[in-house]
């Protein structure tokens, strides 16, 4: 399909904020999907071509925590591995079952991630007790976070970041930056199956991958300078967002 010049150019920017807002807190697949199906692609090619264009986000803000030591590569490489192997499964069985059951239960799950860092003012102010040793993780949370996006996907960001506070016992600067790293992981495994079935409009994928690498950047930077202050607010606003957005999905307000 053909897009105009100017969609391409309203995509970038949304990709831009998108990147911005994903890097801090997750939730940017909530900007850009709507705007992909709006542009008339078929759902399939929407959801391949936002991969291709999230890895772009997701790679920018992980490279910058990995470059800033704000992530050790050689300490969590298991979880990598075991969060990719995780999407990969989640990837192959959306293609092959109906999803119907997880995406009515996944609002309320996003919803108590919200209300958890909101009412849990403290959380992730310095790190805390680990209470899984990274092997275990990578086995438990690893696979099952990496399989749930390739599976379904939406506020995988928030689910790490309160995994890897709660389970890692990780701060939140810190928490986030690992999030990306993982959600890179998935993102990649995830964009290979998309690849191999053609569901990919490149010339849209690309000019977006661009402006995610650029909106993600400067999130990344936010969150090491800004810390707790901003990822905090951010991830109670987009996990009531998202609740929001998948519950009218859902016909709940109909």
Not at 81 to 93: D, E, N, Q, R, S
Request: proline content about 3%.
């Amino acid at each position: 399909m053909e897009v105009t010049i100017e969609i391409t150019v309203i995509l970038f920017t949304v990709a831009v904020i998108a990147g911005f807002i994903d890097s801090i807190a997750g939730g940017g697949g909530l900007i850009t999907i709507p705007a992909l199906l709006m542009t008339g692609m078929p759902p399939a090619l929407a959801l391949g071509t936002n991969k291709l264009q999230a890895c772009g986000g997701s790679f920018s803000a992980s490279w910058y925590f990995i470059r800033r030591r704000a992530v050790d590569l050689s300490a969590v490489w298991l979880i990598l591995l075991m969060t990719f192997i995780g999407a990969v499964i989640g990837t192959i069985l959306i293609q092959l079952v109906d999803a119907s059951l997880i995406k009515k239960v996944i609002p309320f799950l996003v919803l108590a991630i919200g209300l958890y860092f909101l009412f849990t003012p403290k959380l992730g102010e310095q790190d805390a007790r680990q209470r899984l040793s990274y092997g275990v993780y990578a086995f438990t949370a690893g696979v099952s976070i990496g399989f749930y996006d390739g599976f379904f996907g939406p506020g995988t960001g928030s689910i790490l970041s309160l995994a890897c506070v709660t389970l890692l016992g990780f701060n939140l600067a810190k928490a986030t930056a690992h999030a990306k790293v993982f959600n890179f992981t998935s993102n990649f495994a995830s964009l290979i199956f998309f690849l191999i079935g053609g569901h990919i409009l490149w010339s849209v994928g690309l000019v977006m991958l661009v402006g995610q690498f650029v909106g993600a950047h400067f999130g990344a930077k936010m969150v090491l300078s800004g810390g707790k202050k901003i990822i905090r607010p951010m991830v109670v606003i987009m996990s009531f967002i998202m609740t929001v957005k998948m519950a009218y999905d859902q016909g709940w307000f109909s």
